[in-house]
C-alpha cells in the first residue's frame, strides 16, 4: 500500500497570502495524484487531478506541481471561501490512499 | 447531470451485515470505475472499495478485506456495498464516487454500535 504523508498538518494564513502544502507519497505514483478540497459538512471537492490538471470550474489559482514521490497544492492568494481542509489522493496503485489532510484556517 | 444518491445506511450491532446503495442518473454506471469512500466522524477520508469500468475485478482496502463486497447492477444503474462483521470502526459517512471523482453522493451515515 502506498503511504501519502501531508505538510503541514495545519496552515494559519491571511486571505491574500500564498498557501503551499506538500505531500509526499512512500513510492512513485509518476503523476497520477489528485487534491481535494473539503469544507466543514460538505462532500470532498476535486480540485486538481494528474498532478496538475484543474478539474472543471476550479479557478486559476489552484495549481498543482510535483510527480514521483513529492507533489505540491499551491494556492497564490487565499479568497475568503478557500479555507478548508485539502486532501491528497494517489489512483497510481490499487488500493487507493488518502493523505491524513492539511487543514488551512485564517491567521 | 449526473447525480449519485446513496441509501442504506443506519444503526447495526456489532458483527452485523448491511447493504449501502448508490443510484446513478445522468451516466451508465456500468460502463464506469466506481469506488466508495468512507470518512469517520471528524477523522480524514478512507477509500474502500472499487471497482473498474471493465467490472474484471474488484478492490479493497485491507480494513474491509474479506467483509465487504462491492457489486452493480446494470439493470437499475446501481452500485452496491454489501458489508458484513461490522465492526465499531466502520462507523463513518460512506460516500459513492463516480470514476473521475469529480462527483461525489451526498454521503450515508453508518454507525455501528450495540
Known amino acids: 500500500e502506498i503511504v501519502l504523508t501531508q505538510s503541514p498538518a495545519a496552515l494559519s494564513l491571511s486571505p491574500g497570502e500564498r498557501a503551499t502544502l506538500s505531500c509526499r507519497a512512500s513510492?512513485?505514483?509518476?503523476?497520477?495524484l489528485a487534491w481535494y478540497q473539503q469544507k466543514p459538512g460538505q462532500t470532498p471537492r476535486l480540485l486538481i487531478y494528474?498532478?496538475?490538471t484543474r478539474a472543471t470550474g476550479i479557478p486559476a489559482r489552484f495549481g498543482g506541481s510535483g510527480s514521483g514521490t513529492d507533489f505540491t497544492l499551491t494556492i497564490s492568494s487565499l479568497e475568503p471561501e478557500d479555507f478548508a481542509v485539502y486532501y491528497c489522493q494517489q489512483r497510481s496503485n490499487w488500493p487507493l490512499t488518502f493523505g491524513p489532510g492539511t487543514k488551512v484556517d485564517i491567521k | 447531470e449526473v447525480q449519485l444518491l446513496e441509501s442504506g445506511g443506519g444503526l447495526v450491532q456489532p458483527g452485523g451485515s448491511l447493504r449501502l446503495s448508490c443510484v446513478a442518473s445522468?451516466?451508465?454506471?456500468?460502463?464506469?470505475?466506481m469506488n466508495w469512500v468512507r470518512q469517520a466522524p471528524g477523522k480524514g477520508l478512507e477509500w474502500v472499495s472499487g471497482?473498474?469500468?471493465?467490472?474484471?475485478?474488484?478492490y479493497y482496502a485491507d480494513s474491509v478485506k474479506g467483509r465487504f463486497t462491492i457489486s452493480r447492477d446494470k439493470s437499475k444503474n446501481t452500485l452496491y456495498l454489501q458489508m458484513n462483521s461490522l465492526r465499531a470502526e466502520d462507523t463513518a459517512i460512506y460516500y459513492c464516487?463516480?470514476?473521475?471523482?469529480?462527483?461525489w453522493g451526498q454521503g450515508t451515515l453508518v454507525t455501528v454500535s450495540s
Open positions: 464516487v463516480e470514476g473521475s471523482w469529480e462527483n
Open positions: 471497482v473498474p469500468g471493465s467490472g474484471d475485478r474488484t
Open positions: 513510492q512513485s505514483v509518476s503523476r497520477f
Open positions: 494528474d498532478a496538475s
Open positions: 445522468g451516466f451508465t454506471l456500468s460502463t464506469y470505475s
